[in-house]
């Protein structure tokens, strides 16, 4: 069987599948739980800065992701 | 053979190729749209214009187009062109009747088990490289949809553990964002990927017939021709599949097809930067299925998954007897003619199956209906048995009444 299956490859696939494809939306989550979670607004409806911030973080690195992987594309690497 | 001929030969196998592609797009829709479509992040008509739009960028994208078809799987030797349009024949086929049964099929391995079915004809079974097409096709179709079940499903138990105290609106609001992204993602990594394929068999076709030089790149109307014919594809959108990726397997919303649609993008980049590629149709698949195995309290259809693995694995046995069927019937009229035999009963089972497919159709109207299986009577009184329910059994003689009337 071990002949058949490139074990090296599909280890590399499923750890960076796990984090990039699990992390991602993971800290997407995160993002979202940061602006819109349980206290996130304060009486009057405003959210925090640093909730903001945090949030614009974590959206900011799930769009570099994006932009990263269209470049990866466009690149041939694939 | 007569040079008029062979010209027409060549304007036939470009003609298919280009029909391959056609249904390529057709087909793959839905790995990228179904979960937008069926989550609402999207609606219908909305996504099937962002994927085909992707898809036509994507095909312009990256251009490491090589001559080769099926490389590894069978000797490249006995590849000519009437094993090229036998080939392209079967996969065309195969893909047409997994579309009008719902059920997504890789097209890659359809155009393979087409190719290695033609090869068989042509060569016999020297002809096939056997430790190729095992390691190289058969494999990574039981391995791709285990990867992405494992990392959809690790995604979605994260995603909904940090989310589970938001409001479901905000959630939905939000998670539209990355769900319209990562989908978007995986369109554009298909127009690049699949669109490739068909430039390279075309361009393979050119340089068998002298059209163009051996070192020849790819020309610019080949290029045009594929990114349009498989954004066509895309746009008119094969709604069957997208109904039963995002209808049929599990109940999402917008959480999980974010989640479902990052794993595929991930997967799918990840395995041709590895050099182990795995069909983007079985990736998606499984992050669909995964997203389900992940989500609590929700049910997997896995009755309809298993129906689907099935088609896997017989997507290569069959593609390939409609490509040996295809190869056989130009052999036995023999020649030119042979070919244009072939390309007309390729139009004709292509007719016939769209045909069909009117019977019951499937749109961007009725996409996102509830899924409800064909339970025939029996399965239905037993149900209304065992739940001690006499109402299942009125259900079944609506459906009764409702199936005479559609019968007139």
Redesign the interface.
Known sequence: MS????WD??G???L???I???????L??????A????GARDEEGHIPTFRKILGGLCFGI??LA?VG??A??????? | MEPVTESLLLVVVVATALAFDFTNGFHDTGNAMATSIATRALKPKQAVLLSASLNLVGAFLSLTVAATIATGIVDADVVTLGVVLAGLAGGIIWNLVTWLLGLPSSSSHALIGGVVGAVLAAAGSQGVLWDGLISKVLIPALIAPIVAIAVASVGTRLVTRFTQDVEQDDNDRLFRWGQIGSASLVSLAHGTNDAQKSMGIILLALIAAGAVPEDSGVPFWVILSCALAMALGTYLGGWRVIRTLGKGLVELESRQGMAAETSSAAVILLSSHFGYSLSTTHVATGSILGSGVGMKGASVRWSVAGRMFLAWLITVPCAGLVGAAAYGLGAVVGGGVGSFVVFGALIAVSGAIWYLSKREPVGHHNVNDEWKPKADNESILAESVVDHNMKLMRVSKKGKRRKVEGMR
């Open positions: 002949q058949y299956i490139e490859a599909l590399n696939i499923v960076w599948g796990l990039v494809g699990a992390g991602l939306p993971t997407f989550a995160l993002g979202v739980r602006v819109e979670g349980p799930a769009a994006v992987a269209i990866y594309i466009a690149a041939g690497g694939h």
